[in-house]
């Protein structure tokens, strides 16, 4: 399970090329579990634990089927699924402005691998 799960895996293969015009860059460690885009990076991370502070009363948002829960970083804000089989953790600076685009665009991704 985790970031080494099937899941996870096959999700680092079929990772979009740019979300939100920012393009796929690589990351330290090379791991098919993280990937980055654009400068400052936006960061997916599959395979993290359940967010210390969600509890069964958060705020959730649903896009495109998919449970996000929310959470406001001090640069920006991070977003992480509760839904798929292994939590998908995305954190976007707040220099992108529409992180509805960028979960979507995820989503559509995710949902062919949500099985």
């Known amino acids: 399970m985790g ?25 330290r460690p090379d791991s098919p579990s993280t990937a980055a885009w ?25 896009v495109d089927k998919l449970d996000w829960y929310p959470e406001e ?9 509760l839904t798929t089989p292994e939590l998908i953790e995305i954190s976007i600076p707040s220099t992108y402005e529409s992180s509805a685009e960028i979960l979507t665009q995820l989503g559509v991704i995710l949902g062919s691998n949500n099985s």
Not at 38 to 57: E, H, K, L, N
Not at 73 to 81: A, D, I, M, S, W
């Open 73 to 81: 970083l001090e640069f920006g804000v991070r977003f992480t699924t």
């Open 3 to 27: 970031a080494q799960s099937q899941f996870c895996i096959e999700l680092g293969s079929i990772l979009p090329v740019s979300l939100d015009n920012a393009l796929l860059r690589s990351t």
């Open 38 to 62: 654009g400068d400052p990076a936006i960061v997916m991370r599959c395979g993290v634990p359940t967010p210390s502070s969600y509890s069964p009363a958060s705020q959730i948002i649903l």
